[in-house]
T-cell receptor
Framework: DQQVKQNSPSLSVQEGRISILNCDYT??????FLWYKKYPAEGPTFLIS?????DKNEDGRFTVFLNKSAKHLSLHIVPSQPGDSAVYFC???????????FGAGTRLTVKP | EPEVTQTPSHQVTQMGQEVILRCVPI?????FYWYRQILGQKVEFLVS????????KSEIFDDQFSVERPDGSNFTLKIRSTKLEDSAMYFC????????????FGDGTRLSIL
């Protein structure tokens, strides 16, 4: 299932700098997009979401940008902290359906 | 903060045996889900459950699988005649609605089929 793609398996960033995680999707019917963070031996933790009627949603250090024409979304973390080191999953769904489609994840490492 | 809890954290079962994975969703949530993640692969949707019945299921969720809400708090996934390829992390999730609402996940059950 290639409907949601995260092409960067890993990203390394210095503490205090910006982390930018990217996600592409192919299904233009998706209208709700989410980012989850996952630590080892834990389940995915919801981080932030955006509906297709918006192009930006901000929550503290986390901002998600949606470019519908490019079928692309990104997660910005500013400033990055060592505790942000985790695997980040992009997910997408259609409001009228229950199944979420996940990307393969990007492992973020924030170095002190 | 309320959370989804799953038991056991790790289940080891002989091939061909039946296994039941248990979940306690967040109490005021109405939609319940099972996902799985085979090692090195993506998280995949299995099934959603609402109002005591399956609302959606994926191609993975065949006759080998069943779900049940036996009481007001538990949500279970039963896998009959387990196969080696059923080895995976199984995540339970719940959500208040199915629209533009996030699903909240438990920490998963690691199922190992020998």
């Amino acid at each position: 299932d290639q409907q949601v793609k995260q092409n960067s398996p890993s990203l390394s960033v210095q503490e205090g700098r910006i982390s930018i995680l990217n996600c592409d999707y192919t299904n233009s019917m998706f209208d709700y997009f989410l980012w989850y963070k996952k630590y080892p031996a834990e389940g995915p933790t919801f981080l932030i979401s955006i509906s297709s009627i918006k192009d930006k949603n901000e929550d503290g250090r986390f901002t998600v940008f949606l470019n519908k024409s490019a079928k692309h979304l990104s997660l910005h973390i500013v400033p990055s902290q060592p505790g942000d080191s985790a695997v980040y999953f992009c997910a997408a769904k259609r409001a009228e359906y229950n199944d979420m489609r996940f990307g393969a994840g990007t492992r973020l490492t924030v170095k002190p | 903060e309320p959370e989804v809890t799953q038991t056991p954290s790790h289940q080891v079962t002989q091939m061909g045996q039946e296994v039941i994975l248990r979940c306690v969703p967040i109490s005021n949530h109405l939609y319940f889900y099972w996902y799985r993640q085979i090692l090195g692969q993506k998280v995949e949707f299995l099934v959603s459950f609402y109002n005591n019945e399956i609302s959606e299921k994926s191609e993975i969720f065949d006759d080998q699988f069943s779900v049940e809400r036996p009481d007001g708090s538990n949500f279970t996934l039963k896998i009959r005649s387990t196969k080696l390829e059923d080895s995976a992390m199984y995540f339970c999730a719940s959500g208040p609605d199915r629209g533009h609402q996030p699903q909240h996940f438990g920490d998963g059950t690691r199922l190992s089929i020998l």
